[in-house]
């Protein structure tokens, strides 16, 4: 925990978007952790609750257009032929639900 106070220390605001940014793509960073320290710095008057809001809405957001539009365009076939470093087989549960879902 130490480490990202000192990041918010530093870089303000980029590493509250950042972290949301990371965490709606599914890299693995903690943005709830990064909230938090944004709120607990908001308290202490360092940071502003209104760009706290912003800040994160629009990493959040920015994260999650991303990710669906990588799904829209990549889709199917992405994951027909790369399932497999993700543990996804088309006989596997989780990929023919996806599947049947997609075809509807």
């Known amino acids: 925990m ?6 918010f220390g530093q870089y303000g605001y980029f590493v509250l ?10 890299l693995p ?3 709830e952790l990064a909230m938090a320290i ?25 994260g999650t257009f991303i990710t ?3 799904g829209r365009r990549l889709g199917t076939p992405f994951f027909e032929k790369y399932g497999k ?6 006989e596997s549960p ?4 996806m599947v049947r879902k997609i075809r509807r």
């Open 2 to 7: 130490e480490w990202i106070s000192q990041m």
């Open 17 to 26: 978007f950042f972290g949301l940014f990371a965490e709606s793509l599914a």
């Open 29 to 31: 960073f903690p943005g």
């Open 38 to 62: 944004a709120g607990h710095m908001a308290v202490l008057g360092t940071f502003q609750l209104t760009s706290i809001i912003l800040v994160s809405y629009l990493g959040a957001i920015t």
């Open 68 to 70: 669906y539009m990588l």
């Open 85 to 90: 470093y993700f543990f996804l087989k088309p």
């Open 94 to 97: 989780p990929y023919d639900g």
